[in-house]
Antibody, heavy 122, light 111 residues
Framework: QVQLQESGPGLVKPSQTLSLTCTVS??????????WSWIRQPPGKGLEWIGY???????YYNPSLKSRVTISVDTSKNQFSLKLSSVTAADTAVYYC??????????????WGKGTTVTVSS | QSVLTQPPSVSAAPGQKVTISCSGS????????VSWYQQLPGTAPKLLIY???KRPSGIPDRFSGSKSGTSATLGITGLQTGDEADYYC????????????FGGGTKLTVL
């Protein structure tokens, strides 16, 4: 079955860019039936959807983060990545990658990575 | 503040039934299907219910979902101590601030 694994630095300095990668195994990122998304969860708080990418490269971002977010895909490596610029302490969170099904009116995330903790601190 | 509104906490005794509500608007729950996620302590969320009331393979029928208008409900019967977790509802919001949205989460305590 499809599995997702996040990787990247656990500590990022304020004002710098957070970069994470999600590796997909057990299936192809180019299957076409799904989108590939990032979700985050600040300590002790709820889930926040960051955005998604389709294997073709088309993206959709949370309007509140859109100016700082870039999600990209590398189909040859079966990976997709997140970049969040100009980070502050408010960006400290567990970051999850997930497989997302989106075909109106149906919408859900059926496979999640285990999550990776990113702390923004000098 | 979350787009979808959930009660912060609910509790019930083992073997009992509990419901968790999720309230939204016409731009989200009113026109899209709802999903529910279970997050056990220290773990990633897990899909529990999708398309309002469907269960993925492996999810016991003790878990059920329903939707009416702009609200949705997760029901859990035969509560077990292992059900203690945070539960989140989610859907797509089609407003000007469109995107995936979640409720603030509900902490279930099995007394």
């Amino acid at each position: 079955q499809v599995q997702l694994q996040e990787s990247g630095p656990g500590l990022v300095k304020p004002s710098q860019t957070l970069s994470l990668t999600c590796t997909v195994s057990g299936g192809s990122i180019s299957s076409g039936d799904y989108y590939w998304s990032w979700i985050r969860q600040p300590p002790g708080k709820g889930l926040e959807w960051i955005g998604y990418i389709y294997y073709s490269g088309s993206t959709y971002y949370n309007p509140s983060l859109k100016s700082r977010v870039t999600i990209s895909v590398d189909t040859s490596k079966n990976q997709f990545s997140l970049k969040l610029s100009s980070v502050t302490a408010a960006d400290t969170a567990v970051y999850y990658c997930a497989r997302e099904y989106s075909s109106t009116p149906s919408y859900y995330m059926d496979v999640w990575g285990k999550g990776t903790t990113v702390t923004v601190s000098s | 503040q979350s787009v979808l509104t959930q009660p912060p906490s609910v509790s019930a005794a083992p073997g009992q039934k509990v419901t968790i509500s999720c309230s939204g608007s016409s731009s989200n729950i009113g026109n899209n299907y709802v999903s529910w996620y279970q997050q056990l302590p220290g773990t990633a969320p897990k899909l529990l219910i999708y398309d309002n009331n469907k269960r993925p393979s492996g999810i016991p029928d003790r878990f059920s979902g329903s939707k009416s208008g702009t609200s949705a409900t997760l029901g859990i019967t035969g509560l077990q101590t292992g059900d203690e977790a945070d539960y989140y509802c989610g859907t797509w919001d089609s407003s000007l601030s469109a995107g995936g949205v979640f409720g603030g989460g509900t902490k279930l305590t099995v007394l």
